[in-house]
């Protein structure tokens, strides 16, 4: 047996949805969700880990995993900000807005700061086009951003951690 990554929880929490499901292929997606709960990312040992557990091969899990952009496949910050760039954001200063947090906290779009607290990254669509521009910050939505709106979340997310 392979040296296992994931917890004895991923594994209470697989068996309880796989009755949910007809096919264990299923399985893909929540495990993924879970596995990256766990690990705040999706590191190849997981990815295999999670493939041996459905019993399908590994590329089959990494496909998934990077199809999806809510998947992380490298390390993230602890808050990864990932702000809408698709039509309706831009049109409203998405634009204006990547750029000012790369300079408020000193990173390209797809790095992350030196400290570890924040990932800034670009969605291609939120699906909030009427409160447009949008952010994801970790699983929730900042909606109605503009420059004074995303300085004031980073400096709270700053000062709270």
Known sequence: MKEKHL??????AMKQKESRYPDRKALIL?????AQAEYGWL???VLA??????????????EVASFYTMY???PVGKMHLKLCTNVACCLRGADELME?????????CG????????TLSEEECLGACTTAPVMMANDDYVENLDINS????IEKVKHER
């Open 7 to 12: 917890s004895e929880k991923f594994y209470q």
């Open 30 to 34: 929540p495990a993924l969700h879970q």
């Open 43 to 45: 590191p190849k040992e």
């Open 49 to 62: 880990e999670i493939a041996e557990y459905i019993g399908v091969h590994e590329a089959q899990i990494r």
């Open 72 to 74: 992380n496949l490298k």
């Open 100 to 108: 000012y947090a790369e300079k408020k906290l000193g990173v390209k």
């Open 111 to 118: 790095e992350t700061t030196p400290d570890g607290a924040f």
């Open 150 to 153: 995303l300085n004031h979340f």
